[in-house]
């Protein structure tokens, strides 16, 4: 069974420009997290989507968002750039909500912004 | 004050070593998960606890709910453990993913 995916892996944009990130859950998996980290403050949760809901979200400003789609992949969007963007950005996938079940982690997208 | 602290920061063991890493929190939570990450960023899960005991291989973890404390144990350490620990929790109150800082473990041959 193939794990998580994330596209692209590496990715390099400006200040203001916008960004989208992909990720393919494990097959079967319909909830899909997606979690910030930063050498300063770790890692963070920004949202959980399950059947095309977003379920939870972090202490984020609205310019990161996200959706998922009806094969459970999902994507997350951060628009208007800032230096302070530049992060890891890591999404995971469990079968049902993330509550007490085990999540599976893709290898991440690092973006970097200059 | 940070909800979910690890201790130690970092260590430094030598091969065969029992290595210890503790995990505190202060929110109520529904299960605490103790997640490994090598270098490069890629995270596995180990161990996902919201009471007792587990056990994989030389991996062993512990929850004390009413102290609200965990502990990862590596028995007979080698250097392919060398990695970030980080403990987090899944908090009751808002269902959401909390983590600890890391511990940085280094393994010497």
């Known amino acids: 069974k193939a794990g998580v995916t994330q596209t692209p892996r590496y990715l390099i944009k400006t200040r203001g420009q916008q960004v989208t990130l992909s990720c393919s859950p494990i097959s079967g998996h319909r909830s899909v997290s997606w979690y910030q980290q930063t050498p300063g403050q770790g890692l963070q949760f920004l949202f959980e989507y399950f059947s095309e809901t977003q379920r939870n979200k972090g202490n984020f400003p609205g310019r990161f968002s996200g959706r998922q789609f009806s094969n459970s992949r999902s994507e997350m969007n951060v628009s208007t750039l800032e230096l302070g963007d530049s992060a890891l950005y890591l999404c995971?996938?469990?079968?049902?909500?993330?509550?007490?079940?085990?999540?599976?982690f893709g290898p991440g997208t690092r973006l970097t912004v200059l | 004050k940070n909800e979910v602290e690890q201790s130690p920061q970092n260590l430094t063991a030598q091969e065969g070593e029992f290595i210890t890493i503790n995990c505190s929190y202060s929110?109520?939570?529904?299960?605490l998960h103790w997640l490994q990450q090598h270098p490069g960023g890629g995270i596995v899960s180990l161990f996902m606890?919201?009471?007792g005991k587990k056990k994989h291989g030389r991996l062993i973890a512990t929850i004390n709910i009413q102290e609200k404390h965990s502990s990862l144990h590596i028995t007979a350490s080698h250097p392919r453990d060398s990695a970030v620990y980080i403990c987090?929790?899944?908090?009751?109150?808002?269902?959401?993913?909390?983590f600890g800082t890391g511990t940085r473990l280094q393994v010497f041959p």
């Open positions: 606890l919201s009471s």
């Open positions: 995971a996938s469990s079968l049902v909500v993330t509550g007490t079940n085990e999540q599976f």
């Open positions: 929110v109520g939570i529904s299960a």
């Open positions: 987090a929790v899944i908090s009751s109150n808002t269902d959401k993913l909390i």
